[in-house]
């Protein structure tokens, strides 16, 4: 099965800093690169996604890029705020399996001090 | 457009007993999947069911079971339980099998006692 860690696993800015949160898998076949944020006491959410055929994809202030060769992707926060304290969770996908069946990386949790 | 929903959100059993637990996608996807959620272990995954049919099953024992109704409407069993049965269980609907984009529900916190 695939093999998955994130780091660092807790991470803490100052409100307006940048966020990274790196992601890296084993399987070479992943080919869907999602995050998910999960807020405390909710469900996780999907923020963005990109697939493999891109190397960064960007919406307002989050964006993700991939490297395949290095089989890791990143999750980048600008100007963060309050709102963006979470944790967060990358879930590589093996599409060709043509099942949802994500594995989870351990978390992030991100606290953005105001 | 509902979201997925998920019953009961909260229930205690004790060991030995067995538990159900309901999801009803979001209209429209026909793909549902389970993760448990446990601060040990995190999210892991436990099945994923597509027209009825289950189409893939993750590492857990035979005490976790699933079905996919015709509505597309899932549940989830697990009988026999044991206290590290205790976690959140989260339903998850998509469109299709392998598009990845998951839509959870609030899930159904169990507690094993």
């Known amino acids: 099965g695939e093999n998955v860690e994130q780091h660092p696993s807790t991470l803490s800015v100052q409100e307006g800093d940048s966020a990274v949160i790196k992601c890296t898998y084993s399987d070479s076949a992943s080919n869907y690169f999602p995050w998910y944020k999960q807020e405390l006491g909710k469900r996780p959410q999907l923020i963005i996604d990109?697939?493999?055929?891109?190397g960064e994809k960007k919406d307002q202030r989050i964006a993700v890029t991939l490297n395949k060769t290095a089989k890791h992707f990143s999750l980048h926060i600008t100007e963060t705020q309050p709102e963006d304290s979470a944790v967060y969770f990358c879930?590589?996908?093996?599409?060709?399996?043509?099942?949802?069946?994500?594995?989870f990386g351990t978390g992030t949790r991100l606290t953005v001090i105001p | 457009k509902a979201g997925v929903t998920q019953t009961p959100r909260y229930l205690i059993k004790t060991r030995g007993q067995q538990v159900t637990l309901s999801c009803s996608p979001i209209s429209g996807h026909r793909s549902v999947s389970w993760y448990q959620q446990t601060p040990g272990q995190g999210l892991q995954f436990l099945f994923e069911y597509f027209s009825e049919t289950q189409r893939n099953k993750g590492n857990f024992p035979g005490r976790f079971s699933g079905r996919q109704f015709s509505n597309s409407r899932s549940e989830m069993n697990v009988s026999t339980l044991e206290l590290g049965d205790s976690a959140l269980y989260l339903c998850?609907?998509?469109?299709?099998?392998?598009?990845?984009?998951?839509?959870f529900g609030e899930g159904s916190r169990l507690t094993v006692l």
């Open positions: 998850a609907s998509s469109p299709g099998p392998g598009t990845g984009e998951l839509f």
């Open positions: 990109i697939r493999s055929n891109v």
């Open positions: 879930a590589p996908l093996r599409g060709q399996t043509g099942a949802n069946n994500l594995f």
